[in-house]
């Protein structure tokens, strides 16, 4: 349960609904319910703090959860950001998925590890992982999106600025919440981004090549500097082309105001202003001259011009289309493998443009952690959050690597179970008995178990992916109770409803007892006790060793074999898949693991100071895809040797298996 809930904003702005002008622009089911939770306020749960990369004076946070949460976390502890940008699901339809690679073992011999470098490893050593779904109906969408935004919105300072980014699919339904949550006053640009040149063999449509970004402040008091662009502006440099001799080339611009102002209309010198008058003060106009930066015709019928030096030239402002960065390169440095990863130069614009040194800069749906490592290069403290581990993981060893100091940070809101919210979905439909799926019932229904005297019992499970069902409270029973009952056929007699919080299950169960809608049993039931014990951490097999290496002393623990029923399955599963689409001319060769079942590490790290609580990091070593070793963020040639070393005697042992699965060994 929440430890309390912590109020979306202070007080109602005056004369303002909640929800009012969106409702009366755009209707859709469930904006009530929005409208209540959002009276409720953000659900505050305990947080554990899973490690200390560095001093982390600053207080950069990796967070694990939900955005709401996480704003919740924030506004309790009184911390504000002065910059939001979030690459949200696009409500599109696409399922994401994250690419597994077997790694190197490290004891097979050097003639099996050269005959190994000439396999296509994405083909043969590499399975695909779901991570999330960006499955959502419209509806949905929009009650997720709306909490979501306010929630974000709770935290920013008096002088922040977000930016959105979203394409064709749902853009245009987001613009609309966004114009009601931070007013169409504080809109200040639709950013377009061409990502790509073209699409190729578009048939019936027009190729879909660009994103939107939708910028907006908290007010008109904000943080702004126009990025300026020199690249691709060869048309623009040769207008520089005047020289008075001493080597300095500038170009001529008129000093004509566009609009008329009194005050700007004077004669200088003898020469007459322009029919608006000039574009300066007359003060401005005289230091320009003692700068010598004025140009004065002999015609004092003619206008003088201003001089534009271009070793003073910093670029061309940006417009709000971007046409410059593109989608990284399959080949790039800071490719990391992760579905959706934005370049690192579309955050260096935005943060650049929207913040100064030491801002806080946020992303509630971070990924690949880009802006959080853009944050960080920039000299601005970042807040990183996303519910998937392998986010947070890809994240925390993306910023290890370039020097960055934060803590990492768990949310216990009970839906960190499993690695993503699609593996626990899939994994809670496997451990309810008799679950089936019935196409005839409404999807708010996860599936029936057939009951020998009652028929069939349409079962509800919360959608993980979709905050607002993961408490149960009366506003949900009360949607239950007159949406989707109503709907199911005349002959059921049972519903079964799961859940993993709840608020108050008293409450809930009275308020049940004394609505008269219906006649059907509702029977309550905790998720978690579903899933205890399944989580079973992987075996490791392993030994200690005192080494002696470059004159110092120290530790090595030796693995000696590693086993992941969790990684197997995958492989199995994938194997299995793969066979059944498999040709005469294009046969597959099944991924086959060794017996030291060494291939399926891909982290390990070792904590000298404590065998308990909190991750101290004392050496770690993370192998790429290629089977190299990245010894404490640094990239090496070298092969993992199957062991980590450190100078201090361990007391603990993580291991990462290539799925994102750690497991914590006592040594």
């Not at 073209?198 to 007010?219: A, C, E, K, R």
């Amino acid at each position: 349960m929440p430890i309390k809930y912590v109020p979306f904003i202070p007080e109602p702005v005056e004369g303002q609904a909640v929800l009012g002008n969106f409702n009366r622009v755009l209707k859709y089911k469930g904006a009530d319910d929005v409208s209540m939770v959002l009276q409720r306020g953000m659900p505050l749960y305990e947080i554990d703090k899973q490690e200390t990369v560095g001093n982390n004076t600053d207080s950069n946070l990796l967070i694990r959860g939900e955005c709401v949460s996480a704003c919740a976390y924030l506004k309790e502890q009184g911390k504000a950001v002065d910059l939001v940008y979030i690459d949200p699901p696009f409500a599109s339809g696409a399922d994401y998925a994250k690419k597994v690679y077997i790694r190197r073992n490290p004891k097979v011999s050097e003639a099996i590890m050269e005959a190994e470098q000439e396999l296509d490893i994405d083909d043969l050593r590499a399975f695909e992982e779901k991570m999330y779904g960006d499955v959502w109906d419209k509806e949905k969408y929009l009650n997720w999106m709306y909490e979501n935004l306010m929630a974000i919105k709770a935290v920013m300072s008096e002088i922040a600025s977000i930016y959105v980014h979203l394409d064709y699919h749902i853009g245009h339904y987001v613009k609309i919440l966004l114009d009601e949550i931070f007013g169409e006053d504080n809109f200040r640009n639709e950013i377009v981004w061409k990502r790509k040149q073209g699409n190729l063999g578009q048939t019936n449509q027009y190729g879909i090549v660009t994103d939107s970004i939708f910028y907006y402040t908290m007010s008109d008091n904000y943080n702004f500097e126009t990025p300026l662009v020199k690249e691709g502006q060869e048309k623009y440099i040769k207008r520089f082309k005047y020289d008075d001799g001493d080597g300095r080339k500038y170009r001529l611009s008129p000093l004509i105001s566009p609009s008329y102002s009194p005050s700007l209309v004077y004669t200088y010198k003898g020469y007459n202003p322009p029919k608006n008058g000039w574009s300066v003060s007359p003060e401005t106009m005289e230091r320009y001259e003692k700068e010598g930066r004025l140009k004065f015709p002999k015609d004092k019928s003619q206008r003088i011009e201003r001089k534009q030096y271009i070793d003073e030239w910093g670029g061309s402002p940006i417009q709000n289309l971007w046409t410059d960065i593109f989608v990284i390169n399959p080949v790039a440095v800071e490719r990391l493998d992760y579905a959706t990863q934005k370049p690192e130069a579309l955050l260096e614009r935005i943060i650049n443009a929207s913040s100064n040194t030491c801002a806080v800069v946020a992303d509630f749906f971070g990924g690949s952690g880009v802006t959080a490592a853009v944050a960080n290069k920039l000299g601005r403290r970042f807040i990183h959050c996303d519910i998937g581990i392998n986010s947070i993981q890809t994240t925390r060893d993306r910023l290890k690597a370039d020097g960055a100091e934060f803590d990492v940070l768990e949310i216990k809101d009970g839906v960190q179970l499993y690695r993503n919210p699609v593996q626990t979905m899939n994994k809670i439909k496997t451990l309810i008995p008799g679950l089936k799926n019935e196409d005839s019932l409404d999807s708010f229904w996860e599936g029936t178990i057939s009951d020998s005297k009652l028929g069939i019992v349409p079962v509800y499970v919360p959608n993980l992916m979709d905050s607002t069902t993961k408490l149960l409270d009366v506003f949900l029973i009360n949607r239950i109770l007159h949406q989707a009952i109503p709907e199911l056929d005349s002959n059921v007699k049972k519903v079964i409803v799961y859940y993993i919080d709840i608020t108050n299950e008293e409450e809930i169960r009275k308020f049940i007892s004394e609505d008269d809608s219906t006649t059907i049993e509702i029977e309550l039931r905790d998720l978690k006790t579903v899933l205890d014990d399944v989580i079973i951490g992987d075996y490791a097999k392993f030994h200690l060793e005192e080494v002696y290496e470059d004159l110092f002393g120290g530790y090595a623990v030796i693995i000696d074999k590693f086993i992941s029923d969790r990684v197997w399955g995958k492989i199995t599963e994938f194997n299995q898949k793969a066979i059944l689409n498999a040709t005469e001319k294009r046969p597959y060769k099944p991924i086959e693991i060794s017996e030291d079942g060494l291939e399926l590490i891909e982290f390990l790290s070792v904590d000298c100071i404590s065998n308990d609580n909190e991750w101290h990091s004392d050496g770690e070593i993370k192998i790429d895809k290629n089977g190299y070793a990245i010894v404490n963020g640094e990239k090496t040639k070298e092969f993992w040797d199957g062991r980590i070393c450190c100078r201090e005697k361990p007391l603990r042992l993580k291991i990462r298996n290539i799925c994102g699965d750690e497991t914590i060994y006592d040594l």
